[in-house]
């Protein structure tokens, strides 16, 4: 058994059984390993930012992580952008990065670059194996990073030699997935003490207290004291629709989240960081809570958050069965006429199928989606999380891989699917049920309006022609069918709601642009 | 003036008048300096490894460096691949890198990351400006780095209010290009000397000796003392065909290099390095020579190559006047039937206009392309230098705009090409004069030799699955239709040689999927 074997074994025994992958030379011993491991799933990216964004969607809806296969540094620096989305979404991950064999480094071969380097800003933990007989233990060490809570991201970089080379104990003693800790006594009897208080109070939410059980609680504080929930603006996963506890997001525009948090006294964090704004303007503030705010960590996302929600309801005196609201399946009017963002959202709100799974990277075309979707039939939304774009169709490629029996719904917009397209090649090889939603509007609509805000007039020559996908413009169904994914395009509402339903009513990818 | 604009005036006083860009919002007070700036041509890439590689194409064909522009982390993030390879090639380029206004970096905010920790391995200078005052100096320091022989990457990292606030004093004073250093009295003379001894030596070359000029110096040298001339594996640039030195390169495989380099006893280094194996293989040397030779670094690549060559020349006692063999233009037979890489290489050898430009990404379908081209009609040829694939086609881009009269010919694996496809929409919008031949072998042929070069045997289930393109195959005429290239599909060498003299006989961007 060479260290590649050893890997695949230690990967299997942890019940990492999915590898998003793009090899090349140096990683061949550990490819020729998974060949040997046919329980081993091998997904093809055909590009590394497929790779990292699948194995976020992946363990957002698994709730495990996948291992990916990344081919020295430029393989990780492609995929660099969505392994800092999976990061901010706290999303376990186990990255295998080839490196040339490590008496070959010191001839600074091309492909040759601190590896180390590049990794450190996306990963939790990094580290490169010295020698075969470390494998087993450096992916176990790494395992137990991607486990620990909330997720991390562990990268492991696994020299040429010691894939290659024998091991001479290759035994693996199978760990347990750690715990997440719990809160303190002392920090419920805080948290209560505030509520009781009597002043504004807010709980804010993100991690796993946004999934149905968590809601389900906070729900029911809420509505037995008054308090408010949010939810964060950004968060890996959100069980939303009919049967849970309607939650809205902190809002994008500084303004709109200033305004919404103004009366707010004091914030009750669960999970859930202080928000701030996505990015600074001149002469507008960084946060958006008044100065005075009195927060309170309550939970960190270390921590087991679905118990740290019960036994504030206890300490409160909520029992289990006091009354909880939760959304009520309403069916919506089926709009016609000119397509609109809006449209798009009512139509899809309204004929979801049940258990669908909805990744957005809508950007500014999607905003309005939450609103229109509380009623809709029971769902996961999963997010871009860190900002950097590019990630909704790899995102919804290892969500349908997790998912082999739901229904995937990708709302992407146009400028941010370019950076990945490659991804829908995966959709159609592994036979993916998704249907993606390009909003093809045809610009860096989020951009026009930025330019406005800096003060900048109207775009000049240069300015449009860095803002607009104009000259020519993209033709999406095209590059659907150039990558093997059925496509048509839809103008008007009544053609979108007969593509949407169609495609929704069969398995397998297809993709609809709807111009916009 | 804010600091965006004195940015711009530096660039433009240093005669950086190209931006490939992708900017965010971070970067919107550039953006609006642009505008005001229409002597800056700024050129968009649909993602960043399009711009890193464009960049990297026009300064290898423009020499002198193109600035670039991305979006915090996650954009150079998307770029590194293509900085990598830019910094093999030794080009310069000069990055603009967006940050959150200083203030806002202690929030946190989702799309913060640590962009100097990304940046400084492909970069051999990186600064963060302080304040808007600083931007002028910190440029022009990025400027000078970046010219710097044999050229380098700077990266500048431009925080928000470093752009946004006012400079109260934008005095740019612009500076030369530094002259790169000359070789000294003692390395001429030992060179000389090493040549004069009899012993089997060979000069290897690299950087400004492939230009025609230094290439005939040294043709002149090997011809009138028998030494062996021959081209580093990886160049940024070498001028070749009809009218100049034939030269060929060292072998990318290792059997074939060593066996190539069997007899040589002095290796004379000149802005070349010893040749090494690019990837380690277990049981084979990293290295091709002989423990034994001797090896003469003359003149490293931060040198002047041509005085280098010519000095070594003179001291040799060989005139300008002494005979030297270029190639002469021979029209090759055209072939026909089933297509290959070969007949791809006779005809594109044949049929090539005049001082057109060779992007080379053609991977293992490629390799010989060399040899069928050495009398063609005189040509650049730019390829892949640091291995991370995805920079054939924004090569392309940059040596297009470049040079807006020549004819760019991009040989295109098709596993590669699909790491930065983008591109292609680039052709169309600035209407490139470029012709991209997709060598559609449907795999990453590269890796089954390799697979095989490991002792895995033949590829079972999980290896297919990661490196064969197949299921469903993709189809380049659609991708290209997607992105308003227009495109063909040849299947024989009679439809290959067709297509790709009606594309060269017209002006703008043509695609030929190569079937083979």
């Not at 490819?31 to 790779?51: H, N």
């Not at 176990?140 to 990268?155: F, M």
């Not at 490629?397 to 739901?406: E, H, L, S, Y």
């Amino acid at each position: 058994m060479n260290g590649a074997d050893s890997l695949c074994d230690t990967l299997l025994a942890h019940e990492i059984d999915v590898c998003f992958a793009n090899p090349g030379t140096s990683e061949m011993h550990f490819v020729a390993a998974l060949d040997r491991k046919p329980e081993m799933r091998c997904v093809l990216g055909l590009f590394e930012g497929v790779v990292t964004g699948a194995a976020d969607g992946y363990a957002r809806m698994a709730d495990k992580p996948a291992a990916t296969l990344l081919h020295l540094g430029s393989g990780l620096g492609n995929g660099i952008a969505n392994l800092h989305n999976a990061r901010r979404a706290f999303t376990p991950m186990v990255n295998i990065i080839g490196d040339h064999a490590t008496y070959h480094l010191k001839y600074d071969a091309p492909l040759t670059s601190d590896i180390e380097a590049l990794a450190a800003p996306v990963s939790a933990w990094v580290r490169t194996t010295k020698n075969a007989n470390d494998v087993v233990l450096d992916a176990t060490e790494a395992i137990e990073v991607a486990w620990s809570a909330p997720g991390k991201i562990a990268t492991l970089i696994l020299p040429a030699d010691a894939a290659w080379n024998e091991v001479s104990d290759a035994k693996i003693i199978p760990r347990s997935r750690p715990k997440a800790a719990q809160v303190s006594e002392e920090a419920v009897r805080e948290a209560a003490n505030a509520i009781r208080s009597g002043k504004r109070t807010m709980l804010l939410l993100s991690g796993m207290a946004l999934r149905a059980e968590g809601l389900e609680i906070a729900g029911r504080i809420a509505q037995a004291t008054g308090v408010r929930i949010l939810a964060q603006q950004s968060n890996g996963r959100v069980q939303r629709g009919a049967g849970r506890v309607a939650i809205d997001r902190v809002k994008y525009r500084a303004e709109d989240a200033t305004a919404d948090l103004a009366d707010v006294e004091q914030m009750i964090l669960i999970g859930a960081r202080e928000p701030v704004a996505f990015f600074a303007y001149p002469y507008k503030p960084s946060t958006f809570l008044k100065p005075d705010t009195n927060i309170i960590e309550y939970a960190s996302n270390e921590m087991d958050l679905i118990h740290a929600l019960q036994w504030l309801a206890d300490e409160l005196g909520i029992p289990k069965t006091a009354p909880v609201t939760l959304n009520k399946r309403k069916k919506a009017l089926i709009p016609t006429g000119a397509l609109d963002s809006t449209k798009i959202a009512t139509i899809i709100g309204a004929m979801m199928p049940e258990q669908a799974i909805v990744v957005d990277e809508s950007i500014s075309s999607g905003r309005d989606f939450f609103n229109f979707t509380h009623d809709s039939a029971p769902h996961d939304f999963l997010q871009l999380t860190g900002g950097a774009i590019g990630i909704g169709l790899p995102l919804a490629t290892g969500a349908a891989i997790a998912c082999p029996d739901r229904k995937v719904i990708a709302l992407q917009a146009d400028g941010s699917g370019m950076y990945t397209l490659q991804a829908l090649w995966s959709h159609a090889r592994e036979e993916l049920d998704i249907v993606t939603v390009i909003f093809a509007n045809q610009r860096y609509a989020i951009l026009h309006n930025e330019l406005k805000n800096v003060g900048a007039g109207v775009a000049g020559r240069n300015a449009t022609h860095m803002l607009d996908l104009v000259n020519p413009t993209l033709d999406w169904v095209s590059l659907a069918k150039g990558m093997g994914v059925e496509a048509a395009r839809a103008t008007t509402a009544e053609e979108f709601a007969d593509l949407f339903a169609s495609a929704t009513a069969r398995k397998g990818p297809f993709l609809i642009e709807a111009m916009i």
